[in-house]
């Protein structure tokens, strides 16, 4: 007899799959479970770990609908630990540029982190980076303390499944211009030594929305068609714009003084000399702008990724740990939907 293969509340037949909402919802559980079980008993697992596992859980549990290409060179001294994530259809779609924090037993996050190989803040480089791979740069958020209340605008536009214990909150997306913005006012302030302290940690996580109610793919039956999955992708887009605007917003609420960016005050603050300058959203036209309207064309780099065989292909420019390619084409495909009902999308 043929058993199904359990994927936390989810049961799948060979030959079906989850929603990406579905496994995405199930390792935000597992997550918050983990933090907070070793909080108690040991000190967890970094974010690495944590980043190795969710990519091998995608894999595992979405077959060929999933390309991962992990680069093999050590780039963690460069840029922390980011990866990218990509839901298309082959075609358009949505890119999120991901560095992972995790939440400290006391409910802080890393989020002052300076990089000495390129004079500057993680968060600065993990938005010029994204800028530069067209990608949406977010912060994922791995907690063991919840739930909160998602700030408003946020949470109006997000999917309602969710866990009954709340531990879907275990892992959430908050916009990379929410901490940037939290950073240009520590370091305009000149607090060199209050960076964990003067952070509002608690009121940035309440920035952030689980990722399974962001990046959702469960769509209800509709009597059209839509075998490319475009109705999924502009929801995604749409929730991907909401959280990257709330970020903006709170950026523009800060006076840079001048300034281009957080890096650019500690380097002169401090006297660190000079180092090449980081792209910001404020040069760049707003990046999202016809995202209510329009899907985006995938850059060419994604489109060689997707159409490569080769299992270890050439460093990418930017230093990027794994590219994950997640596609939503063939909707005629049996779904299992959270409650374990299946039902075709
Ligand atoms: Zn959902």
Known sequence: MITPYRYGPV?????????????????????FHWLGDDYRHAPPPGEETFTDLHIRH??????????????TKMQESFNGADWELWIHNRSHGI???????????????????????RSAL?????????????????????????????????????????ASDQSHYGCTLLSAFHVQAALFRLVIDNDLYGHYRNISHQRLRQMSAPWNQVLCDVQEPKEVRDSRGVATLK?????????????????????PEGFSTPSQVQRDH?????APELRTRLDETPAMGDAQTAL???????????????????EPDVPTSAVVLYDVTDAEERLVNERGRLYHS
């Open 11 to 31: 049961d799948i037949w060979p030959g079906q799959r989850p929603s990406l909402c579905g496994l995405l919802k199930w390792m935000a559980s597992d997550t």
């Open 58 to 71: 995608l894999r595992q549990a979405m077959g060929d609908r999933l390309k991962v290409i992990q680069f």
């Open 95 to 117: 890119g999120l540029r991901i560095q992972a924090k995790k939440q400290s037993r006391k409910g802080q996050y890393g989020f002052w982190y300076w990089l000495h190989e």
């Open 122 to 162: 993680q968060c600065d480089l993990l938005v010029h980076d994204a800028i530069i791979t067209q990608c949406v740069p977010v912060y994922l958020l791995y907690n063991h303390r919840g739930p909160w209340t998602v700030a408003q605008g946020l949470a109006k536009g997000l999917c309602g499944h969710t």
């Open 235 to 255: 929801e995604i887009q749409r929730r991907s714009a909401a959280l990257e605007q709330s970020g903006l917003e709170a950026l523009g609420r800060v006076d």
């Open 270 to 274: 401090s006297d660190l000399g000079d």
């Open 296 to 314: 985006r064309p995938l850059p060419q780099r994604v489109l060689r990724l997707l159409e490569a065989d080769d299992p270890c292909p050439p």
